[in-house]
């Protein structure tokens, strides 16, 4: 179950509104990953959330199988067109999967949960 804290409250009520978002840096204007701490570029801590378009490509992904072979979940790391690479469930079959392939984010939404995007073809 994912739980919201301060710092992702803002990327959580932008998940409800159906928007992705991901952080911008006050000082350079870099695109950061919702999880990052300090820009990448120039480690600045101040940010504001910016609304990206949902797309990008598969960089890497994981199967969870149970022991008898069952699928549970399906992960990755996409990254988003914008730049930032962001770790989500991916509705995907794991024989399609293949590194550089177009996904486009959905935002998945369970009944007293927070939004989550899921990323799908």
């Not at 067109?81 to 590194?99: N, V």
Request: glycine residues 8%; charged residues 25%; negative net charge.
């Amino acid at each position: 179950m994912v739980r919201r804290d301060e710092a992702s409250a803002p990327f959580f009520d932008a998940l409800a509104r159906g928007e992705l978002t991901v952080r911008r840096c006050s000082d350079c204007a870099e695109l950061a990953a919702p999880q990052s701490r300090a820009c990448p570029v120039c480690s600045a801590t101040a940010h504001e959330w910016t609304v990206v378009e949902g797309s990008g490509v598969l960089v890497s992904w994981t199967v969870r199988r149970d022991r008898g072979g069952e699928i549970l979940a399906v992960g990755g790391i996409v990254e988003l067109t914008e730049g930032p690479w962001l770790r989500a469930r991916l509705a995907i079959e794991p024989c399609r999967l293949s590194a550089g392939l177009p996904v486009t984010v959905l935002i998945e939404r369970r009944d007293g949960e927070e939004p989550v995007p899921v990323f799908t073809l």
